[in-house]
């Protein structure tokens, strides 16, 4: 089990949901380099979760039919090893610190 690689496969396809650029099932298994089945058994599991996930049959894409705000957060110590936030992009992704980020990086 690879939590990290699902938290950013989680990422992809949220910022894909949320463009409503998935494409059919199909396509978006391609898109996140995994099965169509596997595509199925996350839309479903996050539907479970309470994800507001609609599909749009005219576009041929998945959304979100309410709005969705996403916050994950994973630290050890003061190390922020991984940060999403609603919608935008991956702010922190094994940095050594805050700081330290913000010194190499600038904020995001």
Known sequence: MDILQ???V??????L???RSTGRPAVLAQR???SERTVYRLIA???????????????QTYFY??????????????DILFRKNGGGKMMHFFSRTD???RHRHGDL
């Open 6 to 8: 699902d938290l950013l």
């Open 10 to 15: 989680f990422e992809h396809l949220d910022q």
């Open 17 to 19: 949901i949320r463009s």
């Open 32 to 34: 996140l380099k995994t």
């Open 45 to 59: 599991c996050l539907r479970d979760y309470g994800f507001p996930i609609a599909y749009d049959q005219d576009r």
């Open 65 to 78: 039919d309410r709005p969705v705000r996403i916050h994950v957060e994973i630290r050890v110590g003061n």
């Open 99 to 101: 700081t330290e980020w």
